[in-house]
């Protein structure tokens, strides 16, 4: 019985560590996807920008890779969402962004608010963007994803250096089901896997 001791203690030892782990890893990335398991979206789509920036043209290049049936409105009101069956929205704040377009950020807030309204009661899926954090770290930028992500189903973003544990605290939070990945051409994959 002696000689089973060892081997049996090391076995349990190592179970537990290996346990412990993983239950650590699954705490962190809880709600972390290569791509959505299943569809959640349909065609048309109607990709906006939420804070003027002009990555929301970059988007809808992706979605013309893609082949899906899609339209880049940078300033549109929920009025617009009733030809749609989802919604993509690329956030970051621009202030060169919003100086073209004569727009303040309150209206922009509210256009963007609007929008949410619309598409929970219309129950559109709502897919956010995020594609450059890193580099349009505002106030103004964490006040729209603080707005939008509540309301999203899916959260698609390239990953920094270090990609910021308020981001990941609001997508835990509320249960964002959520990508990031190392490039912006990567962003396809997760992009495609909303509708296919």
Known sequence: MKKYTVPMLCIIISLAVIGHHSYRASGQSMYMYPNLPAPIGKEPILITSAGQTVEGGIVHKLSQQLHLEAEYRPRALATDLYEYQTLVIVTGYSYNGMLHKK?????????????MNEAEADRVPVIIFDLDLQYRDYEETWTILEHTIPYSDYFIGKRHDETPEKLLELIREHKVKSTFVNEIEDMKTPFNSVFR
Do not use: D, G
């Not at 950020?105 to 608010?113: N, V, Y």
């Open 103 to 115: 727009k303040k950020f309150k209206q922009e807030q509210e256009r963007i608010r609007k929008l």
